[in-house]
């Protein structure tokens, strides 16, 4: 096991792997910019280094400083949480190199599924079914016609190198094709300064869903159910549940074990995320995501089984505590997103907290970095905690959900709180009925 972990992150998912460290009894170094001195991992790590100014470039994201960090402190391995470094493949690396564990899969298996084309072909050998399209990059508008004519309209296309929902445009007719092909190439040339895009058949009204998977680095893989992330805004997830209301266990059952023997046959080693999109009974692959995710607790609630641990279980070569067959999935789980944001127009509200009061009992966690007096730092994600509220089945889950929202208090800033005030008590969502239009459509009509 590894004596000491440097977590190269912020914010609550830096206290999430700072508290799995603790409970491991494994030593903890936190880095950290200027701007977050008085972040509470800071407080609370048995060591602490900063790393450079506020920009994420200067600090968060500069490889030398952390691993100059490491040196200093001795740390024996690194957790990158989510964001910042943790699907950088040279980060990976470059550790590697310097003979320190990346608590995370291989360089080699983050570059594939970074680029888009080639994580789909990957997908495809697998036996993961995709969303029918090109078979790879898409040379010229001739072949994105063919391919357009063939699979039939309306059609997306999609940048290689894609992420956070930029690059992609759909073409309805084939006189949307030529338009649609240039910007997403632009796009996707001044984004990623890569222009190769790909052409997909294009889902009217499908839900995201995605597996947790995990793989032990020799062979052996296993899935932990899924989680129904439709609820988004601009492509970002809003509302998380485990289980999704759409699926039942066979289907579970069956995708699961799709997805645990392609990460088996990978060799994939630690937490992975297969997204979906779902429509009419059917699966569709998007992309596969190499590390934890923000929405990672509603599986922790209802397997009831710590995923941080699990990560630093294997990256330490100590394998899997589970076998499939351990992992029961229990009631069920709903995860807010909680940004200091205002709720109508979701402009980022920084400020100082003057009050922190979060809401306590059964079934009730809390993910967060802050605590009254803190004042947010205006240089990063908005993202200030997690409500995550589990109970036997949904209804008890959303019933609790709607008490513990009206427990919440942050006073001094604007956050998504209210949003969710209003989202518990939709008729909709009480029925679990939403694809991932559904709150871009309600935003829009409540305006
Ligand atoms: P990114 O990495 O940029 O987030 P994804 O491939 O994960 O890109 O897609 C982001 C979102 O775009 C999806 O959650 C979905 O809303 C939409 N999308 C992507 N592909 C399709 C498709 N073939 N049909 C319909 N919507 C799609």
């Keep these: ?61 500069n490889i030398h400083q952390i691993v100059a960090a490491c040196e200093i402190t001795g740390a024996d391995a690194v957790h990158p949480g989510y964001g910042f470094l943790s699907e950088n493949a040279k980060f990976a690396d470059i550790l590697a190199a310097h003979n320190i564990t990346f608590i995370g899969p291989s360089g080699d298996h983050i570059r594939i599924m970074g680029d888009k084309i080639e994580a789909k072909r990957t997908a495809k050998r697998l036996g993961i079914p995709v969303v029918p399209g090109s078979d790879g990059a898409i040379s010229d508008e001739k072949e994105a016609k063919r391919v357009a004519a063939e699979i039939g309209y309306p059609v997306i296309i999609k940048a290689s190198a894609g992420g956070g929902g930029r690059g992609m445009k759909v073409a309805r007719t084939e006189a949307d094709l030529e338009v649609a092909l240039q910007t997403a190439k632009s796009e996707a040339g001044a984004a990623f300064g890569d222009d190769a895009v790909y052409i997909e058949k294009y889902l009217e009204k499908p839900r995201h869903i995605e597996l947790q998977v995990f793989g032990d680095g020799a062979g052996r893989g296993v899935h932990f159910g899924e989680r129904d992330c439709s609820l988004q805004r601009r492509h970002q997830k809003v509302w998380e549940e485990a289980n999704s209301p759409a699926l ?3 289907e579970r059952a069956r995708i699961g074990g799709i997805c645990a023997k392609a990460i088996a046959d990978l060799g994939y080693s630690g937490a992975g995320t297969i997204e979906f999109l779902y429509e009419n009974g059917e699966f569709y692959f998007i992309e596969m995501n190499t590390r934890l995710q923000v929405e990672h607790p509603v599986t922790e609630a209802i397997t009831g089984i710590d995923l941080v641990h699990e990560q630093i279980r294997v990256a330490s070569g100590g394998g899997l505590s589970v076998r499939q067959e351990d992992i029961k999935f229990n009631g069920h789980a709903i995860e807010c997103r909680i940004n200091a944001e205002d709720p109508r127009t979701f402009t980022p509200s920084p400020g100082t907290i003057t009050h922190f009061h979060t809401p306590g009992g059964l079934g009730i966690r809390v993910d967060s970095g802050v605590y009254s007096g803190y004042r947010i730092p205006p ?20 019933m609790r959900l709607r008490r513990a929202l009206d427990e919440f208090v942050v006073d001094g800033i604007k956050t998504t709180l209210p949003l969710f005030r209003d989202l518990v008590g939709n008729p909709d969502i009480a029925n679990g009925d939403y694809d991932i239009h559904w709150l871009e459509e309600y935003l829009a009509k409540a305006d």
């Design 1 to 61: 096991m590894f004596q000491k972990i440097l977590i190269a992150n912020r914010g609550e998912i830096a206290l999430r792997v700072l508290r799995a460290c603790k409970e491991l009894g494994i030593q903890t170094v936190v880095v950290h910019s200027t701007a977050d001195s008085d972040a509470m991992h800071v407080r609370l790590a048995d060591e602490s280094v900063c790393i450079g100014p506020p920009p994420s470039r200067e600090s968060y994201l």
């Design 379 to 398: 240089y990063y994600d908005s993202l200030i905690g997690k409500l995550i509220v589990h109970g036997r089945n949904r209804v008890e889950c959303m």
């Design 248 to 250: 039942n266990a066979e």
